[in-house]
């Protein structure tokens, strides 16, 4: 009578497991943008030297780092076994992969 509660904890750690691949996934496809940036040249200057692409970058940094944070609580929460660990591994989860998306979405439209 206890396989429902077991299968449960199983989907927690699998929410972390998919925010954590989508953020390292993010990770990626900000260096390699701001790389781009940096060897790039657009009206005789590197596209990093452009103040509204440095904002980009830095929105783009700022969103995965409180992924990032997000998903080490929902961690934190599993493995203090906290009474709301699955709201924080949904809420991780959710978070994580909407910014991925969004952070992937953003290196690729700096790469025109």
Partial sequence: GEGFKFAMMGL???RVNIATCSIGTAQQALETATE?????????????AFQ?????????ATELVAARQMVRLAAFKIDTNAADKTTYCAMAKRF?????????????????
């Fill in 12 to 14: 927690d750690g699998g």
């Fill in 36 to 48: 781009y940036m940096r060897t790039r040249s657009q009206f005789g200057k590197p596209l990093a």
């Fill in 52 to 60: 509204a692409l440095q904002f980009k970058l830095a929105d783009m």
């Fill in 96 to 112: 994580a992969t909407d910014v991925g998306f969004s952070v992937c979405n953003d290196a690729l439209q700096l790469h025109g």
